[in-house]
C-alpha cells in the first residue's frame, strides 16, 4: 500500500434503488475490503498493476463480482446493483477479521454519527478503547494507561494537530478538531509505536479525511448543536473536496448542574479538505480549519449537597459578576504527494496553526457552609448548623497567543520485503502570555491571610512572557516481512531524535516491535514492542501557575514494554476478535501536574520518576449480525515519586512520602458499547454506551505539592438512543438518500459524577489550623436528546 495505489468506489442497492447497508466489498485472496456506509457508498484502495477479482455479498441478495485491473492513481466508479436471491438466505457467509501488522488498531467508524453522545466529538468513541481512561463527559481530552491528558498525539492526513493551551477541561472545551463527518479511517495506539510518529509518551490517533468519487453531503441537527457538510469531485476525480461546518451549545445540557444563571457557551468549528491532481504522480492537498470556542457565564446561585450518611454538607453560593472566555484558533496545511514511482512516496508538508486566547472574569462568590439534615415534615435536606461563611472576589485578565510553522518531509520506499520511511522537519514556536490574577478571600470578617489590620490577597499572579522556539526532529524506520516454516514475522525497527533551541536538550528515542503470526494458526497473533519515548517540554510544562520559567526542564522520558496477542474466533457463526496487551512503562525526567479545579496545572519547580503498568482486554465483533459492538477492560497501576521531597510535621519530624497515586491511576474501567436492531426490520437500531471507571485521586489544597490524598467516587455513566432509519428514493426534486431520525438519553441513570473538587477555605481553627472544605462539582444529570440527519 506504500506504493501508489488504484482507487474503486461506487454504490451497491437492490434492484428499487433503495441502499444497502454493510453490503462487503473485498478483493480476492487478499486483505483488502470494506463495506458500504449507510448510503450505500463505498470506496477501496487497492494495488495498482494488478488482475483483481472484485466481490460484494450482501445477505438475501445475489453476489456480484468483476475482474478490475488499475494503474497508479487511477480511479474507476461502479454503480452495482444486487438482485435478491431467497436460496442464499440459507447460506452462511463468515468474514475474516484483518490482522494489523503494527501496534495501530483500526476502528469501525460507520456508527459513528448514531453513537450517544453529550459532546459530539469522534474522541468519544476512543475512550470506549483499552488503556483509555477519562470520567469526564464534557471533555475531549483522554488519558492512556496512566499519562496526562497533553500526551497523545493526534494527526490527520500526516499532520500533527495542536489544541490551545489555557482551555480547561469540562465546560470551556467545545468540538474537538476532528470532524467525524469528513474522516475515513482512524487508527489508534495505546503505546508502543513506531518512530514514525512524534515526541509524546502516551498515544497515537492517526486519522485519515476522505476522497470523495461525487457529489455528496448530509446535515444533521439536535437539541446540542448542528452540523453540514458538502462534498464532490469533478468527473475524472481529479479535483475533490469536501467541507463541514457544525456547531455546538452546550446550554441544554449545562442546566443539568448545580450552578444555575445565564449559561450560554457556542462552539463554531469549519473544516475544508481539497485534493489536486497535478498529474499521475503529483498530488496537492490543503486541509483548512477555523474553530471559535465561546464561554460566557453569568451565575447566580449553586446548591450542593455532599458527603456521606455519617456527615453530610449543604453548600450554596450567591454569584454576582460574569466570565467571558474565548479561544480562536486557525490551522492551514498544504501537502504535496509525489510518487515517481510505484516504490517510492515523497511527502512534503508545511503548515501554519494560529490560536488567540483570553479568560477574563470578575466573580463575587458569597458562600454558605453548613451541616445538613433531614427535615421529618418534608424530608428535604436542612442546614442545621452553619460551619463556614465567606465571600471571594475572584479577578482574572489572561491572553495568550501562540503561533506555531511547521515545514516536514515524509518518504516511504517499499523494496522486495523492506519498507523503508524516514521524515526531518522543522518547526518554530512563538508565544506571548500575559498573566493577570488575583483572588481577594474574606473569611467570617477576617482578610485571608490575616495580617494584623492590613488587606492582603490571597492570592496574586502577574507576569509577562514572550518567547521563541524551533524544534527540529529526524526518524528513520525499516518494516520487514520474513517468512518462515513456522510462521510469518513482521520486524520493525527504527530511531527518532529532536532538538529544541529553548532548552537545549537533544533526544534519541531507539523503537522496535516484532509481530508473529503462526502457520498452522492463522488467526493468531503474537507481538512485542519497545521503544524509549520523549516529551520535550512544551509551554505549558515550563510555566507554573505564577508565570515563572524554567528552561532548564529536561525531557520527559518513557520505556515502553508491550507484549499482547490477537485471535480470530468463530461464534454464533460469525467472527469476533479478542485482543489484550500487558504493558509497563518506566517513567524519569517527569513534570509533575495536579487539578486545580478544573485546570491541569503542571508543576515545573519539581522533577519526579514514576512507573505504569497493567494490562487491556478487548471483544470485537457482530454480537448482533450486522451491528459491530465491543467491549473493553483495563486494570493499571501508576505511580509517582518526586525527588527529594519531604514533609515536616507538627512535632518536627521528618517525614518522606514516596511514591503516591498519580491523579490519572484508575485501577479499573470498563466501557461497552453495544448495538442491536429489529430482526424484522434492521433500520431500527438501538445503541448503548456504558462507562465505568473507578475514582482518580486528588490533590490536596495546601501549597503546590501533587501528592493526592484524596479520592473521588467512581464515574459512571450509560447513554443509550433509538434510530431509525428512512431510506428514499433519489430524485431530482429532493436529492435526498435518507433519512436518520434519533432519540437518545443521557446519563439515563441520573449518576452525580465528580469531576473535581473546589477548596473553600474559612477562618483559622483555635489550633491555627487551616480549615479546607473540598465541594465536589458534579457532571451532567439526565437529559433527553433528539436528532436528525439527512444524507444526500
Known amino acids: 500500500m506504500a506504493q501508489m495505489p488504484g482507487n474503486i468506489a461506487g454504490t451497491v442497492s437492490d434492484n428499487n434503488g433503495n441502499p444497502l447497508f454493510s453490503a462487503s466489498i473485498g478483493i480476492d485472496s487478499s486483505n483488502y475490503g470494506t463495506v458500504t456506509d449507510e448510503l450505500g457508498k463505498f470506496t477501496l484502495k487497492v494495488p495498482a498493476n494488478h488482475s483483481l477479482k472484485l466481490r460484494v455479498h ?34 452462511v457467509q463468515v468474514l475474516g477479521i484483518q490482522q494489523r501488522e503494527n501496534t495501530l488498531v483500526p476502528i469501525d467508524i460507520r456508527s459513528i454519527g448514531q453513537l450517544p453522545n453529550s459532546s459530539g466529538n469522534l474522541e468519544t468513541i476512543i475512550k470506549t478503547l483499552p488503556g483509555v481512561a477519562s470520567g469526564n463527559e464534557l471533555s475531549s481530552q483522554y488519558s492512556v494507561r496512566g499519562g496526562s491528558f497533553d500526551e497523545n498525539l493526534v494527526y490527520v492526513n500526516d499532520i500533527e494537530i495542536q489544541r490551545p493551551l489555557l482551555i480547561q477541561s469540562a465546560q470551556q472545551e467545545g468540538l474537538s478538531f476532528v470532524n467525524p463527518a469528513l474522516v475515513s479511517s482512524i487508527q489508534f495506539s495505546a503505546g508502543g509505536f513506531g518512530a514514525e510518529f512524534g515526541d509524546k509518551l502516551s498515544s497515537v490517533l492517526d486519522i485519515n479525511y476522505k476522497q470523495p468519487t461525487g457529489f455528496g453531503g448530509s446535515a444533521s441537527a439536535s437539541l446540542l448543536g448542528g452540523s453540514v457538510n458538502l462534498e464532490g469531485s469533478t468527473k475524472n476525480n481529479r479535483f475533490t473536496h469536501i467541507t463541514g461546518i457544525r456547531y455546538k451549545s452546550t446550554k441544554f445540557l449545562l442546566k443539568t448542574l448545580d450552578i444555575q444563571g445565564d449559561l450560554d457557551p457556542s462552539f463554531l468549528d469549519i473544516q475544508t479538505f481539497y485534493t489536486y491532481d497535478l498529474n499521475r504522480s503529483m498530488t496537492l492537498s490543503f486541509l483548512g480549519n477555523y474553530s471559535s470556542n465561546k464561554f460566557y457565564q453569568k451565575p447566580e446561585f449553586k446548591d450542593t449537597d455532599y458527603g ?25 496545511a498544504l501537502a504535496l504527494d509525489i510518487h515517481p514511482t510505484d516504490k517510492l512516496s515523497l511527502k512534503l508538508i508545511t503548515s501554519a496553526f494560529n490560536s488567540n486566547e483570553s479568560i477574563t472574569f470578575d466573580l463575587i462568590k458569597q458562600y454558605w457552609i453548613g451541616l445538613a439534615v433531614s427535615s421529618s415534615n418534608s424530608g428535604l435536606r436542612d442546614s442545621l448548623i452553619n460551619i463556614g461563611v465567606g465571600t471571594l472576589l475572584d479577578h482574572a485578565r489572561d491572553y495568550l497567543t501562540s503561533t506555531i510553522y511547521t515545514a516536514e518531509h515524509k518518504g516511504t520506499y517499499v523494496a522486495s520485503r523492506n519498507q523503508l520511511k524516514w521524515g526531518i522537519s522543522a518547526r518554530q514556536e512563538i508565544i506571548n502570555d500575559q498573566i493577570e490574577e488575583w483572588q ?11 495580617s494584623g489590620d492590613g488587606l492582603n490577597m490571597y492570592k496574586f499572579y502577574k507576569a509577562s512572557i514572550n518567547l521563541s522556539n524551533y524544534r527540529y526532529s529526524a526518524y528513520i524506520q525499516n518494516s520487514l516481512k520474513q517468512s518462515t516454516p ?43 514492542s519497545s521503544g524509549l519515548y520523549h516529551q520535550p517540554a512544551m509551554y505549558k510544562e515550563l510555566r507554573d501557575r505564577a508565570g515563572n520559567l524554567y528552561l532548564s526542564q529536561k525531557p520527559q522520558r518513557s520505556w515502553h514494554i508491550v507484549g499482547g496477542a490477537d485471535y480470530n474466533f468463530q461464534l454464533w457463526r460469525r467472527m469476533f476478535l479478542f485482543s489484550s496487551e500487558i504493558y509497563y512503562k518506566q517513567l524519569t525526567n517527569v513534570v509533575p501536574y495536579k487539578m486545580d479545579n ?55 519530624t521528618v517525614e518522606y512520602p514516596g511514591y503516591y497515586r498519580r491523579p490519572t491511576d484508575q485501577w479499573l474501567n470498563f466501557s461497552l458499547f453495544f448495538q442491536d436492531n429489529l430482526p424484522s426490520n434492521p433500520n431500527y437500531k438501538f445503541h448503548l454506551l456504558l462507562n465505568f471507571g473507578s475514582g482518580f485521586p486528588y490533590s490536596g489544597p495546601l501549597g503546590d505539592t501533587p501528592s493526592a490524598i484524596f ?27 435518507s433519512l436518520w431520525i434519533g432519540a437518545e438519553i443521557l446519563n439515563i441513570i441520573d449518576a452525580r459524577n465528580k469531576m473535581s473538587l473546589e477548596w473553600v477555605r474559612t477562618v483559622e481553627s483555635n489550633m491555627g489550623v487551616d480549615v479546607f472544605f473540598g465541594v465536589p462539582n458534579y457532571l451532567t444529570g439526565r437529559m433527553f436528546n433528539i436528532k436528525l440527519t439527512v444524507n444526500l
Open 308 to 332: 456521606n450518611l455519617q456527615q453530610s454538607y449543604t453548600f450554596r453560593v450567591y454569584y454576582e459578576g460574569e466570565e467571558k472566555d474565548f479561544f480562536e484558533s486557525y490551522l492551514g
Open 440 to 450: 481577594m478571600l474574606d473569611s467570617a470578617g477576617y482578610s485571608l491571610p490575616a
Open 598 to 652: 478544573l485546570r491541569l496545572m503542571y508543576l515545573p519547580m519539581y522533577h519526579a520518576k514514576a512507573y505504569a503498568m497493567g494490562i487491556d482486554f478487548r471483544v470485537y465483533g457482530e454480537f448482533v449480525p450486522g451491528e459491530e459492538s465491543w467491549f473493553s477492560l483495563s486494570l493499571m497501576k501508576t505511580r509517582e515519586d518526586i525527588y527529594n521531597d519531604f514533609i515536616i510535621n507538627p512535632d518536627q
Open 486 to 528: 513456522g510462521g510469518n514475522f513482521i520486524i520493525t525497527i527504527g530511531i527518532r531524535s529532536q532538538f529544541a533551541t529553548l532548552t537545549k536538550h537533544i533526544t534519541v528515542s531507539p523503537r522496535g516491535s516484532i509481530a508473529f503470526i503462526p502457520e498452522n494458526q492463522k488467526n493468531l497473533r503474537f507481538h512485542i
Open 711 to 737: 479520592f473521588l467516587d467512581p464515574y459512571r455513566r450509560i447513554d443509550i438512543g433509538f434510530s431509525r432509519l428512512i431510506p428514499t428514493r433519489k430524485n431530482k426534486n429532493s436529492g435526498i438518500k
Open 58 to 91: 450482501y445477505l438475501g441478495y445475489s453476489g456480484y463480482s468483476t475482474d478490475i485491473f488499475l494503474i497508479p492513481g487511477e480511479t474507476i466508479n461502479l454503480k452495482i446493483v444486487l438482485q435478491p436471491d431467497i436460496k442464499q438466505l440459507e447460506d
